[in-house]
């Protein structure tokens, strides 16, 4: 009987495991599947207009149409609120490109990246911090655009919003926000089936019905107010006995800024080798990532201000300015079919971005864990089940604490974005061994027993200096000293820096072999010609001079080497 169990098991694993073209070099083993490798011009398909629209969903959502708020209620006015945000979001477009660089020039993502970095097995620590942060900020993601799915069928169905609550009393959730989280969710899930290399449509029709629809509704407002609101004129006013000043609270707000998508940093490169080439990432990425995400703020500000005017009443959240102007079901059927229009556009942008963002990035963490048996697709399903396990409702109306930590977990992802900057720029001066990325044995990244101690000290030691800062701001601890705050509003820089220099001062007391160093032959038939000749390696087609010798190619002597 054991043995007919242990036959259907191995039976069942052989048929969900993955399979992929050996032509292609798509080997699957406990480093590599299609997914993972690097990948060839023919999968590379992403113009500028792809990273216009990957920024854009990034920007047109709900939290960055918020994003002025949490600096005026600080005390801020509403230009060193808007100060905040270019120069925020410019640091992130520069750090964005800065890290995606590998992903452009080698056309590999974050899992495999973090190898030569922290040793093959090392690299499961940030690749484990991910994966927990996809899983949690997918299900709020759905959660909150459910939230939108209920005022889109409000809209329709006005009896939909006084619905008796069917949920027992225990549940922090209404009848209809979950009714709204499952529709949003079934809605979603379709969409996980399609690969990277075909979000140009997905992208191109949301970001364009997107726009339109929040510039609509700030129109809407600017007309039926006939003016701006007294909001746009707000004027710095720290609250008395605050114990910081203008300038600190600005350092804390652009820190808030660039920390707040650490974690969309960090798998820059996962995105960036879908590049055709290096310039429809950077233009796209400057042109969206920033110009566009200034432009979100604006009108989200504006769009405010005009509806205190209109409505005596600040509304900062989207979903409930739209029920105000629908009167929560109960207006016109005109007013209705307009807010459907507006939730519409801001549930396909939340959509689209928890999807590229959460969903298919987990996808590609998890294969990095299991790529005999996940890849990309796999993984984003899962991701997106995981939602359940984690039940949303409960972190966004009861685990506020646990929400203000992850937004804070910019404290453990900086140091790692240092890592990755100065090992890829400063040591090995933008050079790795592709064939070693995949190989357990005889790798330069295999380090001791596939750990680099030095990544793990250096990542410690990056955010030691801010995690009491986290702490102290989480339990609202008021009486902490001064010094934890302060150090806690730069936590982003102090671990980035801290990070990268005791790294670089490692690598250089206790060097390591393979440093610069890079693969002669294009194994993995990764680059085009021009690419290949750009950085100095013979494209494996080309080694054909040895086949006539009788002896084996440099190509075949490198595979041989891998195997």
Sequence with gaps: MAVGLRSRFESVKEKIRLHGDEAQHEQTDQWSNRDLIPLPPGRRTWGWFHYFGFWTLSSLNIANWQTPNSFLTQGLSVSQSMAIIVIGRALIAAFATLIAWCGLKFHIGFTVQNRYTWGMRASYIPLLQRILLN????????????????????????????????????????????????????????????????FYMPFLFTSCYSALGMLAIMIWALSTAKGVGPLLNTGAAVPEGSQWNISWLIMAGINQTVGGVAAGITNGSDFSRYARNWRAYVIGTMTSGWITGVLVCLVGLVTTSASQKIYAAVYWNPPDLLMRMMENGDGSSAARAGVFFLAFGFGLSSMFENICGNAVAGGIDLAGLWPRYINIRRGAIITFVAAWIVQPWQLVNRATTFIQVLSSFSVFLSPVIGLMAVDFYLL????????HLYAQTNSSYWYWNGVNWRAIISWVCGWIPTIGGLVVTVNQDTNAPRALFQLYFMAFFIGFFTSAIIFFILNKLFPVAGLGEYDEVDVYGTFTKKEAERLGIMPLELQTDSYDSGEPSLAQETIMKKE
């Design 135 to 198: 899983f949690i900020w997918n299900a709020i993601q759905v959660w909150n655009g459910g939230r939108l799915a209920a005022v889109c069928i409000t809209a329709i169905w006005p009896s939909f919003a006084k619905m008796p609550n069917f949920l027992p009393e225990s549940l922090p959730a209404t009848g209809d926000q979950f009714v709204g989280f499952i529709v949003f969710w079934c809605l979603s899930t379709p969409f996980l089936w399609i690969r990277p290399e075909r």
């Design 428 to 435: 090995r001066q933008r050079r790795i061994r592709i064939t």
